[in-house]
């Protein structure tokens, strides 16, 4: 985990930004306090662990192509790559399969500390306003490292790496921006807890996350090694759930863990 300071600032995009799409605005202040979030995104090998543990079973992601996660004992593995590639972001994950996760990361937490166990957390999803934070890390530009997509700075289709479009690369493969975290933009898109949204008018302005009980869709960030670098911007943001038949962002999309600090 990497200690994110408290501050302030300018959540969405300007509309002079290259690439903006409306529903990065109104670009709004924001405040937050001070939080932790995972230096890189839950690896494959993170995400085995916790289907070794629990047999947990999360859904397929593209149940045309059966593709999907299968716990040891039912099958084999998806994605295949175990003993090979376990420094990969787990994908191909919904929001449930990440609450999941977090849910056992939590309980093994309670069990090792009983004395000062709470009802919830310690760990949990980042939210929306707490990623964009993070990923700009002090920065104005429409990304950590500056406006233009440039090259080698992260793996998407058109970002100048030797994965892009090809295949997900490691979560340490590139240079960690300002904060300290790894893969902010580009591999695979991240899971936050709020629901989605088409625009930030009424949108909370103290970092909380902007949820409702009805909610079908959670917003996901920073792009993956398939999309255009136009949505591998601090400021892009997207809609999916499990077997949206509009996209196929599930089946590129991962999570981070984040936590509350006293």
Known sequence: ????????????SPATEKGRYATEGPQHAVSLKAFALGKYAVTSEQFLTFLKETGYQPSACNP???MGWHSPGRGRAFPPYEADLPRWPAVCLDWRDAQRYIGWLNDKV???HPATAR????????????WEYAARAGTTTARWWGDDIGIGHANCNGCGSKWDNRSLADVDAFAPNPFGLFGMLGNAWQWTEDCWHASYEDAPDDGSAWNEQDCSKHVIRGGSWHTLPIFVRSAARAGSESGDEDSDYSTLAGFRVA???P
């Not at 985990?1 to 501050?7: D, K």
């Not at 009802?119 to 707490?130: D, F, H, I, K, N």
């Open 64 to 66: 045309t192509l059966d």
């Open 259 to 261: 936590r509350d600090l």
């Open 119 to 130: 009802a919830q957390g310690p760990y949990r999803l980042p939210t929306e306003a707490e």
């Open 1 to 12: 985990m990497v200690g994110i300071p408290a501050g302030a600032f300018a959540m969405g």
């Open 110 to 112: 309670r069990l090792a």
